[in-house]
């Protein structure tokens, strides 16, 4: 899981720099790191901890919230801390540099053909970016759902940094530190607790093992 995560999410980041480069050129990839980097990455941390915050207390008050974390923890339980870290950063790079850093500005041009205002130009750009990612994470499963508006949501806050600064930093913070805390927690409820019984055979007799 973790080598397949690692070339889908190079593969968006090597999908984003091409774009930018043929859309912006070489000047735009040091803005979007140089231009008003600590605004960009004070924003990310805080937007990351309210969503942390929520995400935790969701998970305390609301069913929905615990059927989630049931599901995930099944496909996550067998990854280890330092593996949902290297996932959370390397989705936190390869997203935003894709729909962030490519997709939005581009969706912000082509609002330019349905409104002068460049603050309506904006707005629809970041909405119809967010729809786009949060399709991106369409489950095709009811029980699954909050996961999608969950996504469009965060991804409206990490649109919104971008917007705002026209830094990339904040938003592949907040976007790593929020994947990275919650796949962590969610894969240590998937853990099996308790000693694992192993079965092995020697000859033609069955041996058990506790560990």
């Not at 390397?90 to 500005?105: C, D, H, M, N």
Request: proline share 5%.
């Amino acid at each position: 899981m973790v080598a397949l995560a690692g070339v889908v999410y190079s593969s968006m980041s090597v999908s984003g720099v091409l774009w930018v480069l043929a859309q912006e050129g070489r000047p735009m990839l040091w803005r979007i790191l140089a231009d008003d980097m600590w605004s960009s990455l004070g924003l990310g941390i805080g937007f990351a901890t309210a969503i942390l915050w929520f995400s935790a207390y969701a998970s305390e008050r609301h069913a929905w919230a615990r059927t989630l974390e049931e599901e995930f923890g099944i496909a996550l339980g067998g990854l280890s801390i330092p593996q949902c870290v290297a996932m959370a950063v390397a989705s936190g790079i390869g997203e935003e540099i894709l729909f962030r850093a490519a997709l939005q500005p581009t969706a912000i041009r082509l609002a330019a053909g349905i409104t002068p205002s460049p603050a309506l130009q904006g707005l629809l750009g970041l909405v119809a970016t967010s729809l786009v990612f949060g399709a991106c994470h369409f489950p095709f499963r009811r029980n699954l759902i909050p996961w999608t508006l969950f996504t469009i949501a965060t991804a409206l806050g990490f649109g919104g940094i971008y917007l705002w600064t026209g830094n990339l930093v904040g938003p592949v913070v907040a976007h790593a530190l929020i994947n990275g805390v919650n796949l962590s927690r969610i894969a240590r409820k998937g853990t099996p607790a308790g000693p694992v019984l192993a079965i092995r055979t020697r000859g033609r007799m069955l041996e058990f093992e506790q560990r």
